[in-house]
């Protein structure tokens, strides 16, 4: 039913799991994003290269993970923050990339 699991055998491998499919993957396949706070909004921002200090959130670059994470409302949990959020860099992020799935 679900996929194999993989044995990787390596435990310096880095594995996060991904807010919208809750799925485990390799670090190098999600998009890490930390949360910037302009004044009443909190700008979730994707972060590629890992360098923003912060808590961060890790995603698969999908639609449907990002979509997933939105309904779930998995960003404000994962970055421990209230109030509204703009997920527009994000949306703007999985456009670029295009369907990878
Ligand atoms: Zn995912």
């Known amino acids: ?3 194999p699991p993989r044995e990787t ?6 594995v996060r799991t991904c807010i919208g499919c809750r799925q485990r993957a390799d670090k190098t396949n999600l998009v890490r994003v930390v949360a910037v706070q302009e004044s009443t909004t909190s ?7 890992g360098t923003l200090p912060g808590r961060g959130a890790h995603l698969h670059p999908t639609h449907r993970c ?5 309904r779930r409302k998995a960003f404000g ?6 109030g509204p959020l703009d997920l527009s860099a994000v949306v703007a992020l ?8």
């Open 1 to 3: 039913m679900a996929r």
């Open 9 to 14: 055998g390596r435990l310096d491998e880095v």
């Open 43 to 49: 700008v979730v921002t994707p972060d590629p290269r």
């Open 66 to 70: 990002l979509d997933l994470a939105t």
């Open 77 to 82: 949990r994962a970055l421990r923050i209230e």
């Open 94 to 101: 999985m456009e670029e990339s295009g369907p990878t799935a």
